[in-house]
C-alpha cells in the first residue's frame, strides 16, 4: 500500500475533491441553461442575435439623443434613452411570453387582425396631421403607427392563406385574387396617409411571400406592367411633384435647392466617422445639425461614431439575424410557421435595408425607422414581439439541437 | 413532409434570404465604404465647416530679435469689435448698441445700425482697436446688461520699437498680420503660427447652444527669429549713412551691409532712405510727398503705389551695380590664384592704355600716369591699365570661371525677399575683358559683391549669406538653428592670407587711406563706377519729376573693406555704396570711405575687437583719465602726469570738485585734463571753433589753445599726402566745459580713386 504523506497531500486531496464538486456544479448548471432552452426549445442564437442589436441599439440612441433631448425636453438629457429603456424591458417581456405561445393559435387571429389593420388605417385619416402626414393614432398617453399593425397583420394573414390554399396557389382564384385584394386596398390606404416606405415594404413582403408560396411567376410579370403603366401615368399627369422634388434632391443632396438638410447633414456624419469613427458619443453632428438624430437618421450617427468597421459589424449582425430567422423559419413544422417566420423575419429585413439605404442616400429620402436602434415605444415591443413569435416557431423547429 | 415545407419553398426562400443579405451588405457595405473611406475626408471638411460658427482669434505673430535678443518687431494685443445679429432682436437694443458703439468707436451710426440688422452671425464692426476703448464697450456691456450681441475679440498689432532701423531688412506686416516685405515676408509662415477659432457650436438658425457650449480653440502662437543683425551696429551704420547720403546729395539713395565673413552672418544691413514699418504705407520722403500733390486726382494712386515700391526696395539685394575699382580685389585674387602675378610683378602706366590695336584709348584716372609701379603698389594705386594687362593675361575663360565662382551669376540666396542677379555679358568678347577687369560694364547687387570679397579674406570660402540665426518657439526652445553653409572654396588659403595684406596696405598708405580707423587694421579698396546712361535712375523718380537724371556723367561710389579682430575668429566686411551723388565729390574713397571708417570704429568698438597699434599709431595711443575728484590738487597732478597727460588748474580750492574728461575717457598721449577746484570755475565755458580743413598739426594746436582735448578719427598718416581735418562732434560755436574731447576726422586730401 502505497504510503500518503499526510503533511503534504491532504490539502490536495482536498482541492481535488473540491474541484471535482465544482465541476460537477457547473456542468449542472450549464445542462440546466441548455435543458431551459431545450425544454423551452427556443433558438439560442436568434435569441442572443435580437438582445445583442437590442443592447446596441439602446446604447447607441443615448448617445444620439441626448443632447437634442436636453435642448427640445426642458433639460432633460435622459428623456428618450429612458422612455426607450421602459419599453425596452416590457418588450423583453412580451419576447419571453410570444415565444411561450403557441403560434398556430395565431391563425384563429389572422383575418380579425387584418380587419383590425384596414380599421386603424381608416381611422388614423381623421387623425390630426403631424408632419403633413396622418401616420399617428393615440391611445392615452403612447402613440402608434398604424402600419406598425398593418405590416404585421399582412404578413400574418398571408402566411395562413397561403398554407392554408398552398395547394391551390396556382390558380389565380385562390393563389392570386385574395392576396391582390388585400395588398391593393392596403396600399391604397397607405397611400392615402400618405406612408410611401410602409407601401413600399407591404408591397415587398407580400410579393415575397407570394413568391415563396408557390405562385406562378407569370404574375409578377402582370404586376410589374402594371406598375410600369402607373408611374407611366404618374409622370404624364405631373403628380409627381411631391415626390419629385426629392428625386433632384436625392440626384444632388449637397447643391440642390430642395430641402436636403437633413440628407446632407446624414452624409457629413457618416463621411465624418471614416474607418475607425469619432469615438463612441463623440459625434458632432448630433449637436443640432441632425434633426431628431434618435429616429430615422440615427444610423449615420453610428457611422460616425463607430466608424466603418463598426457600421459594418452592426449590418453584419443584422444580417445575421436575417439569416437565422429565414433558415431557422424553414425547418419549421409546418408551412404556416415557415411563412409566418420568414415573413416576419422578412420585414426586419426590409426595414434595415431601406433605412439604411435612405440614410446613405442609395434611394430618396422616405420617413423609415431602424428597428432596435430609433426611439419609438410600441414599435420597439410589437418588434419585440414579432421576434418572439419566430423565436415560438423556432421551438417547433427541426434543427440539429 | 405534407406538412413542412416544400423543396421549391426551400429554394425560393433561400433566393429571397440571399437578395436580402446581399442587398444590406452588398449594397450598404459599398454604400458605407464610398461614403466613408472615399469620400469621407471631403464631408467631414464640410461638416467642420458648418459645424463652427466661429470667430478668428488671430495668433500671436512671433517677434523678431537682434543677436543679443533685443527686440526688432514685437506683437502687442489689441482687439475687434464683433457684432452678433440674432441676438439683436430688438429695435430698442438694435439703437442702443448703435448709438453707444458709434460713439466709442467713433463711427457712423447709421452704420452701425444697419449692421446690427444684417441677416448673419456674426459681423466685424472694427479692427485694432486699443485697450481702453475695449474697457469701454466692456463697461457699455455691462450698464445696460447686454449679455449677446457684441463680443470683443483679440487681435494682434505689429510695432517695431526701434522705429526705421533695420527696416529693410524687417519688412513689414499688412493689417491681418500677414507678412508682406522683408523677414516679415519670407518667415511669414513660422512667425504667424496658427490663428485660433472662438467656436460656438451652432444650430440651423445661427444662434449658440442653448446653454455654454463655447470652445476656444487656442490660437498657436508663432515662432521668433533671433537675426544675426546687432542693433548698435544697425544703429551706427545707418547714423553715418544717412549723414554720408545727405551730404554726398546722393540722389539714388545710399545702402551699407557688414557681414561676418567666417559664416555670413549679416551683422547689419542699411538702406537710406527707408521707411518707418510702423507706418509703412506713409511716404517718408518729402520729395515723393510733393510730386504727389502735384499729380492729377486719377493718376494718384498709381503714382502712390510705384513710390511706394521705391520707398521698400532693398537696395542692397535687389539693386544692381557696376563695383568699379572694387572689384579688382577679385581680379587680383584670380590673378594671384593662377599664378598670373606675383608680388613682385612689374606695370607700367602711361596715363592709358590701348588694350588691343583698332580700340580707342583707355584711360588711368591719372591722367599723367602711376609710372612703373609692382602688384601691390598697382592696388594701392588703383591703376587701371595695371588691371587690364592683369585681364588679358587671365584671359576670358579663367576670368568667367572666377567670375561665377565668386557666385556672382547666381543669387546669394539670403533668405530676404526681391533678391535680383546683375547683368553679365551673354558672349565675353575682348573688349568687355579688359573693362570687366576694373568692375566696368556688368552689373552685380551689393550683397553679392560682399559676400565675394568675403571670400578673398576669410581663406577662400564662399559663404551663404543670411540675417536669421535661429528660429525660436514661443516657450523659448530652438526650433532650428542656420547653419554656416560654406558653397565652395574659390581660391586658396594662401592667395587669400596674401589679399589680406594687400588690402590692408591699401588703407594704410594707399588709395583706401580714408577708411582707416587706428588701432584696428581695416584692409579695402574704394571704387567709383560711371553708371551707364540707360541704368541712371530708377524710373519712378524720373516719371514723376522727383529726381532729373538727364545731362552730365554719374557715379557710384563704394568702399568695401575688412576688419580682422584680433582674439575671436571672426572678422567683418563692411560694404558702403552711394548711389549717384552730386555734391563735391563723387569719388568712393571721398564718399564712401569716411563712411565705412565711422562705421567700422563704433561697430568695432561696439563688438568687444581688441585695438592693436603699429608703431606710428602708438604715438598718437589714447590714455585712460584717472579718478580725481576728491583728492587734493598736487595728487591730482601726479596722477596725471602719472599717466602722461597734462594737468590744467582752474580755481583756487585745495581738492578737485570736478574733472572734465570724466574718468575712464581716453584721450590722447600729452592731452590735457582739466581739473577745477571750486564750484566758480565749473562754470566757465569754452567756445568750440572750427576745425575743418587743419593740419594735423594746427589742429591739434587750436585745440590746445582752446583748452579742448582733440581724438583724432580717420588718416592720421601723412607720408602719402597732405591730410586735412573734415569734420568734427561738435558744432561750431557751442559753449562747452574746458578740457572737453572733441572728435575731429581727417581725411587725405589728394585720394581720388
Known amino acids: ?401 | 413532409m405534407a406538412k413542412g415545407t416544400t423543396i421549391r419553398m426551400w429554394r425560393r426562400s433561400l433566393l429571397v434570404l440571399i437578395i436580402l443579405v446581399a442587398a444590406l451588405v452588398g449594397v450598404g457595405g459599398t454604400k458605407l465604404v464610398l461614403l466613408q473611406l472615399v469620400q469621407g475626408k471631403n464631408l467631414q471638411q464640410m461638416a467642420i465647416e458648418q459645424q463652427r460658427k466661429d470667430i478668428v482669434v488671430s495668433a500671436k505673430r512671433g517677434s523678431i530679435y537682434d543677436r543679443n535678443m533685443k527686440p526688432l518687431a514685437q506683437s502687442a494685443t489689441v482687439w475687434t469689435v464683433v457684432l452678433e445679429p440674432v441676438y439683436i432682436d430688438s429695435e430698442e437694443k438694435s439703437q442702443l448698441i448703435a448709438s453707444e458703439l458709434s460713439k466709442i468707436l467713433e463711427l457712423d451710426y447709421e452704420e452701425v445700425f444697419k449692421k446690427t440688422k444684417e441677416n448673419s452671425s456674426s459681423v466685424i464692426l472694427k479692427k485694432k482697436i486699443e485697450n481702453d476703448v475695449k474697457d469701454k464697450i466692456l463697461n457699455f456691456q455691462k450698464e445696460k446688461h447686454i449679455r449677446n450681441g457684441i463680443r470683443v475679440v483679440e487681435d494682434h498689432k505689429r510695432y517695431y520699437p526701434y522705429g526705421c532701423l533695420a527696416s529693410v531688412v524687417l519688412g513689414f506686416t499688412g493689417t491681418d498680420n500677414q507678412g508682406l516685405w522683408g523677414l516679415e515676408s519670407y518667415y511669414d509662415r513660422e512667425l504667424s503660427g496658427q490663428d485660433g477659432r472662438l467656436v460656438t457650436a451652432r444650430n440651423a438658425s445661427g444662434t449658440d447652444m442653448p446653454f455654454e457650449h463655447e470652445q476656444m480653440i487656442s490660437p498657436k502662437n508663432g515662432y521668433s527669429l533671433v537675426t544675426s543683425i546687432d542693433e548698435t551696429v544697425q544703429h551706427a551704420m545707418e547714423k553715418y549713412l544717412e549723414e554720408g547720403r545727405i551730404n554726398s546729395k546722393s540722389v539714388n539713395g545710399a545702402t551699407a551691409i557688414m557681414m561676418d565673413v567666417n559664416n555670413g552672418e549679416i551683422l547689419g544691413m542699411a538702406v537710406k532712405k527707408d521707411y518707418d514699418p510702423n507706418k509703412p504705407f506713409e511716404l517718408e520722403d518729402q520729395d515723393f510727398l510733393k510730386a504727389l500733390e502735384a499729380l492729377p486726382e486719377n493718376e494718384k494712386t498709381k503714382a502712390k503705389h510705384a513710390m511706394l515700391n521705391y520707398q521698400w526696395r532693398n537696395k542692397a539685394v535687389t539693386d544692381s551695380y557696376c563695383p568699379g575699382s572694387t572689384f579688382k580685389i577679385l581680379t587680383a585674387s584670380m590673378a594671384l590664384e593662377e599664378g598670373v602675378v606675383d608680388e613682385n610683378s612689374k606695370f607700367h602706366c602711361t596715363g592709358g592704355l590701348i588694350p588691343f590695336p583698332g580700340v580707342k584709348k583707355i584711360r588711368c584716372h591719372k591722367r599723367t600716369g602711376h609710372g612703373s609701379q609692382t602688384f601691390p603698389e598697382a592696388i594701392c594705386h588703383s591703376c587701371n591699365p595695371a588691371f587690364m594687362k592683369i585681364g588679358q593675361d587671365l584671359g576670358i575663360e579663367r576670368f568667367c570661371k572666377y567670375f561665377r565662382n565668386f557666385g556672382l551669376r547666381e543669387k546669394t540666396g539670403i533668405d530676404l525677399p526681391g533678391e535680383t542677379n546683375g547683368i553679365f555679358f551673354q558672349n565675353m568678347r575682348p573688349i568687355d575683358l579688359i573693362v570687366s577687369s576694373f568692375g566696368q560694364n556688368f552689373t552685380i547687387t551689393p550683397i553679392q559683391m560682399i559676400v565675394a570679397v568675403a571670400s578673398c579674406v576669410n581663406g577662400g570660402k564662399l559663404v551663404q549669406p543670411h540675417v536669421v540665426k535661429q528660429i525660436l518657439d514661443e516657450g523659448g526652445n530652438i526650433i532650428k538653428t542656420t547653419d554656416k553653409l560654406i558653397k565652395r572654396q574659390v581660391i586658396s588659403a594662401d592667395t587669400s592670407r596674401k589679399m589680406c595684406e594687400l588690402l590692408q596696405k591699401n588703407v594704410a598708405e594707399g588709395s583706401g587711406k580714408n577708411g582707416n580707423v587706428p588701432g584696428f587694421r581695416i584692409g579695402g579698396k574704394t571704387g567709383t563706377s560711371e553708371k551707364k546712361p540707360d541704368n541712371k535712375g530708377p524710373s519712378v523718380l524720373e516719371k514723376y519729376n522727383i529726381r532729373n537724371f538727364s545731362g552730365g556723367k554719374d557715379y557710384v561710389a563704394s568702399f568695401v573693406a575688412f576688419a580682422p579682430s584680433e582674439g575671436k575668429e571672426s572678422k567683418y566686411v563692411l560694404l558702403v555704396l552711394y548711389d549717384t551723388p552730386r555734391g563735391n565729390s563723387y569719388y568712393g574713397s571721398q564718399v564712401a570711405a569716411p563712411i565705412a571708417g565711422k562705421i567700422f570704429y563704433d561697430a568695432l568698438m561696439h563688438l568687444g575687437v581688441r585695438k592693436k597699434y603699429n608703431e606710428k599709431e602708438l604715438i598718437n595711443l589714447e590714455k585712460n583719465v584717472p579718478f580725481l575728484v576728491g583728492s587734493t590738487v598736487d595728487k591730482a597732478k601726479a596722477d596725471i602726469y602719472k599717466n602722461e597727460l597734462q594737468a590744467i588748474i582752474k580755481g583756487n580750492g585745495d581738492y578737485v570738485v570736478s574733472q572734465i574728461p570724466e574718468a575712464g575717457e581716453k584721450i590722447p598721449k600729452n592731452a590735457k585734463v582739466v581739473i577745477y577746484t571750486d564750484e566758480m570755475s565749473t562754470q566757465r565755458k569754452v567756445k568750440v571753433p572750427k576745425f575743418s580743413g587743419l593740419s594735423l598739426a594746427d589742429a591739434n594746436k587750436l585745440a590746445f589753445n582752446s583748452d579742448l582735448n582733440m581724438n583724432i578719427l580717420g588718416v592720421t598718416d601723412s607720408s602719402n599726402g597732405e591730410i586735412v581735418s573734415s569734420n568734427q562732434s561738435i558744432p561750431v560755436g557751442e559753449m562747452v566745459s574746458a578740457g572737453t574731447i572733441i572728435t575731429v576726422r581727417f581725411v587725405q586730401k589728394d585720394t581720388v580713386e
Open chain 1, 1 to 401: 500500500m502505497k504510503k500518503i504523506n499526510l503533511d503534504t497531500t491532504p490539502f490536495n486531496f482536498k482541492n481535488k475533491k473540491r474541484k471535482a464538486v465544482l465541476k460537477k456544479q457547473k456542468k449542472e448548471l450549464k445542462g440546466n441553461i441548455r435543458a431551459f432552452f431545450l425544454k423551452s426549445g427556443i433558438d439560442m442564437t436568434f435569441c442572443t442575435l435580437t438582445l445583442v442589436l437590442l443592447v446596441i441599439g439602446l446604447v447607441m440612441l443615448f448617445s444620439a439623443s441626448f443632447f437634442n433631448a436636453y435642448c427640445y425636453q426642458n433639460g432633460d438629457s435622459y428623456f428618450f434613452i429612458r422612455n426607450q429603456l421602459i419599453w425596452a424591458l416590457l418588450g423583453v417581456v412580451v419576447l419571453f411570453l410570444t415565444s411561450l405561445i403557441d403560434y398556430n393559435k395565431l391563425k384563429k387571429l389572422a383575418i380579425p387582425i387584418l380587419f383590425l389593420s384596414y380599421l386603424l388605417l381608416l381611422a388614423v385619416l381623421f387623425m390630426p396631421v403631424r408632419n403633413d402626414v396622418h401616420r399617428w393614432i393615440a391611445l392615452g398617453p403612447f402613440t402608434f403607427q398604424a402600419s406598425e399593425i398593418t405590416k404585421f397583420a399582412v404578413v400574418l394573414s398571408f402566411a395562413y392563406l397561403i398554407s392554408k390554399n398552398f395547394k391551390h396557389m396556382s390558380t389565380f382564384r385562390y393563389g392570386v385574387f385574395p392576396f391582390a385584394l388585400i395588398v391593393g386596398s392596403t396600399a391604397f390606404l397607405l397611400y392615402l396617409e400618405p406612408h410611401i416606405s410602409c407601401l413600399v415594404i407591404v408591397v415587398l413582403l407580400a410579393g415575397g411571400m407570394l413568391y415563396i408560396g408557390g405562385i406562378k411567376l407569370r404574375w409578377f410579370g402582370v404586376v410589374f406592367i402594371f406598375f410600369l403603366a402607373a408611374l407611366a401615368y404618374l409622370i404624364l399627369s405631373n403628380k409627381l411633384s411631391y415626390a419629385n422634388e426629392r428625386i433632384i434632391g436625392w440626384l444632388d443632396p449637397f447643391n440642390s435647392t430642395a430641402d436636403t438638410w437633413q440628407t446632407r447633414q446624414g452624409l457629413y456624419a457618416i463621411g465624418s466617422g471614416g474607418l475607425l469613427g469619432l469615438g463612441l458619443g463623440k459625434s458632432r453632428q448630433k449637436y443640432l445639425f441632425i434633426p431628431e438624430p434618435q429616429n430615422d437618421f440615427i444610423f449615420s450617427v453610428v457611422c460616425e461614431e463607430l466608424g466603418f468597421i463598426g457600421a459594418l459589424i452592426i449590418l453584419l449582425l443584422f444580417a445575421m439575424l436575417i439569416w437565422r430567422g429565414i433558415v431557422v423559419s424553414m425547418r419549421a413544422r409546418d408551412k404556416f410557421g415557415a411563412l409566418l417566420g420568414i415573413g416576419l423575419t422578412a420585414q426586419v429585413g426590409l426595414q434595415v435595408i431601406l433605412n439604411i439605404f435612405v440614410v446613405t442616400n442609395t434611394i430618396p429620402n422616405t420617413g423609415i425607422s431602424l428597428p432596435f436602434f430609433s426611439y419609438g415605444g410600441t414599435a420597439l415591443v410589437m418588434l419585440l414581439a414579432q421576434m418572439g413569435i419566430v423565436l415560438s416557431i423556432s421551438r417547433t423547429a427541426n434543427l440539429e439541437k
